[in-house]
């Protein structure tokens, strides 16, 4: 009962790799194995169907979650290629733009 009760990750939900050999990559959470380890995939290198199994201490968790994934996961079971692909551009595009406009408002 330490203070190592983060919140667990959910299916759809971005996270940054913090240690591996993808370390600083983007990729979409597709499933949970168990409270230590999930599944992710980037749709490019790494695939739905060939997900990786990743140690959830491993990875930068982020605060976004592709609604679209999530629907495709809860309907299907399965998600496409291309929907993980734009989720990730999707908010990278949008870390960009917030990063554009803090650097703005501070100059």
Known sequence: MGSDQAPLPVPG????????????????????????????ADGDRRRFDNAKKKNISHLDLQSYVSAEVQK????????TNGKLRFAIAHYLDEEVCNKRKGESADG
């Open 72 to 79: 495709s996961l809860r309907e299907t079971g399965r998600v």
């Open 13 to 40: 939900q971005l996270a940054r790799v913090l240690k591996g050999k993808e370390t600083g990559s983007y990729f979409v959470i597709v499933r949970l194995l168990d409270r230590r380890f999930v599944e992710i």
